[in-house]
């Protein structure tokens, strides 16, 4: 007959396996980051598994893998940090869940990007550095390449620090540095890097402009009026409506670009139909959802809701369509000039690196994007759904005019100088309001200078965060780009 285990024993035994379990946890935690790692690493293997199969026995088809797997890199740095930008309102709202917000980014990004993102892109070389500059297949290849590296790293560290930056702005630094390396000072179009410098001012600015003047026009117009319900009745359709407009607009001037050419006025008139269109329907519904709400600014959060998500849809598809080829033109450009030998100002993108795009800024998204997502959403200012929908408004409708006055902006600025943009005007409406009841003495002017800056509602240090990380964001890419672009030439040249 056997014996049982003394209590000695058993108390042994728990220790031990108390122990193996604290052992089993810190791996797990220790474990966790790699898992995003590991994934990606995937991910970028299949792309140049892909481009082997896709590139047969062309001569230069160790360039070509390479462009498939650094694109793929740049990709999921795209979705990790860009995307992020405008997700993170509707999260830091609390209208969408972490999990609900990538589903909905990831489906929209890559639905825009494989439906309205075309099949030819721009090369960003043509514009940002002389042509004769890369007029050989080898010098174009190496440049694109570092220009992608570069880029992707840069990217990489800016999302590890939780910074916005803008990936075009990382793309022109890096093509940038690589003909300054290939040529010298005079390959670069001055004056084009001159408006984009002029840019990282004007893109925030317009963001930030245009956000707190929705929300001026909500807090005068719905907020502080006596009847808030009936107010929004009449507001938020408008709201809504002109949402529908902006993004009407934009997609037929970017997204049936390649089915059929449409002008500015025509692309006017759809926007302004689709505003219309959307105001009319969305009427009966702002009425039914506001029927017995208590006449309350916490009721207006509710009817701002469902306007929210679709416009952070919209937006994502909007920036799959545009950006995609931030990732795959330069990859789309070094397959172009390897199969070819000559240098093109638009290329052909083919279907799979179009797929390895939109996955890939999928993939890093869901991987890497919560980061920046929380960030954006609740770090730099507090954000309600009204709020974050003056941020989703601003967004679309300050591109809209900066791609009809032709100014190369970045919507990651733009985005994340909405969000500053809200809660600066919130700080200016409060201190305006303290004011008007207390005249020159109010309680706020006899507070310590400490205790002032403690009630402020955007964080400082974020924004010299962000405004450092854009910055240098051009002459680190560019640094880097031109090192990677000599070291390229050294070792294969």
């Not at 979705?79 to 830091?92: C, E, L, Q, R």
């Not at 505003?275 to 006449?295: C, D, F, H, K």
């Not at 409708?397 to 969000?419: D, E, K, Q």
Request: overall charge positive; some cysteine.
């Amino acid at each position: 007959m056997a014996r049982s285990p003394s209590g000695h024993t058993w108390k042994s035994l728990d220790t031990d396996l108390h122990r193996i379990g604290h052992l089993e946890l810190a791996a797990s935690y220790v474990a966790r980051p790699m898992v995003g790692t590991g994934v990606a690493l995937a991910f970028m293997v299949l792309a140049g598994i892909a481009a082997a199969v896709m590139s047969g026995q062309e001569p230069m088809r160790v360039a070509m893998i390479a462009a498939a797997v650094f694109g793929a890199y740049l990709a999921i740095n795209i979705g990790a940090n860009d995307v992020a930008n405008y997700m993170g309102p509707a999260v830091g709202a609390r209208v969408l869940s972490m999990g609900g917000a990538i589903a909905i980014a990831a489906i929209c990004e890559s639905a825009g990007a494989l439906l309205a993102g075309g099949d030819v892109a721009q090369t960003i070389a043509g514009n940002i550095i002389d042509s004769t500059a890369l007029a050989d297949a080898q010098t174009l290849i190496w440049a694109m390449l570092a220009a992608m590296i570069s880029a992707a790293l840069w990217v990489n560290f800016a999302t590890w620090i939780s910074a916005p930056v803008s990936t075009t702005h990382s793309i022109v630094g890096g093509v940038m540095g690589a003909g300054i390396a290939a040529q010298g000072l005079s390959a670069v179009h001055w004056d084009t890097m001159g408006m984009i410098a002029a840019g990282w001012i004007v893109a925030p600015l317009l963001g930030g402009a245009c956000a707190a003047a929705v929300l001026a026009l909500i807090k005068s117009r719905i907020m502080y009026r006596a009847d808030k319900i009936a107010a929004a009745q009449v507001w938020v359709p408008v709201l809504i409506g002109m949402m529908a407009g902006a993004f009407g607009t934009y997609l037929a001037l970017k997204g049936l670009v390649h089915v059929v050419a449409v002008g500015r006025l025509p692309a006017l008139a759809i926007g302004l139909g689709a505003g219309l269109v959307a105001w009319a329907a969305v009427r009966p519904v702002i009425r039914r959802q506001s029927a017995g709400l208590e006449n309350r600014n916490r009721s207006l959060k509710k009817l701002f809701g469902l306007p929210l998500v679709c416009s952070t849809a919209l937006l994502s598809f909007a920036h799959g369509a545009n950006d995609v080829a931030n990732a795959v033109g330069p990859a789309a450009a070094i397959i172009r000039a390897a199969q070819s030998g000559t240098f093109a100002e638009s290329v052909a993108i083919p279907l799979w690196i179009m797929i390895i795009g939109a996955f890939g800024i999928s993939f890093g998204l869901f991987l890497f994007g919560p980061r920046l997502i929380r960030m954006v959403g609740s770090r730099i200012t507090k954000l309600n759904p009204m709020r974050a929908y003056c941020v989703a408004l601003a967004t679309a409708l300050t591109v809209i005019l900066a791609s009809w006055l032709g100014l190369p902006v970045s919507s990651t600025h733009i985005a994340v100088g909405g969000v500053f943009g809200v809660g600066f005007f919130r700080e200016w409406y409060l201190y305006r309001r303290l004011q008007q009841q207390g005249g020159p003495h109010t309680p706020d002017r006899r507070l310590a200078s400490a205790e002032r800056r403690r009630r402020k509602l955007v964080r400082r240090s974020h924004l010299m965060t962000v405004l450092a990380a854009w910055t240098v964001t051009v002459p680190t890419a560019a640094g880097l780009s031109a090192g990677i672009f000599l070291m390229l030439s050294a070792l294969i040249g």
